[in-house]
């Protein structure tokens, strides 16, 4: 809620250092803390109507108040998660479209899927100066669980 008003004495516009009435974080808390508390005060069952689906039908489901705010909140992302929503070319529904493009601009999508592997560099002996060949390296395994905790 934007925190501006007109001042009465002077007619102009009197807008608020941070620009809202109230901070949106303790408004969340207090809203949800009163919501919560009205469910449980007048025992609510809730009953909602949701897309099914494997069946593509509307179904209703009949739950308390209390599961239904936890079947809500499992839908709340966690502090520093983003959704993400694609547009355009980028949706899920246009992959009519994905293909003209690929083929419009000539592109292989499984040609970025092949793992092009890089040259080693040559190893030249020291002794003789002829390039040397990898036959088998030594790397040492990982300690199993129990050998770590015996020592």
Known sequence: MPGASINEKTGLWRVKPSGYLFNHEALAKVFRAKLLQAIVDNGLMVTFRYLHAKTGQYRSRTVT???FLYLLMLHVLPKGFRRTRYYGFLHPC???LILFLQMVLRVNPLSMFVRKLKERPTITCPVCGAVMK???????KPPTRQAACLT
């Open 65 to 67: 108040g209390e599961y």
């Open 94 to 96: 246009s992959k009519k």
């Open 134 to 140: 990898i036959i088998m390296t030594k790397i040492p």
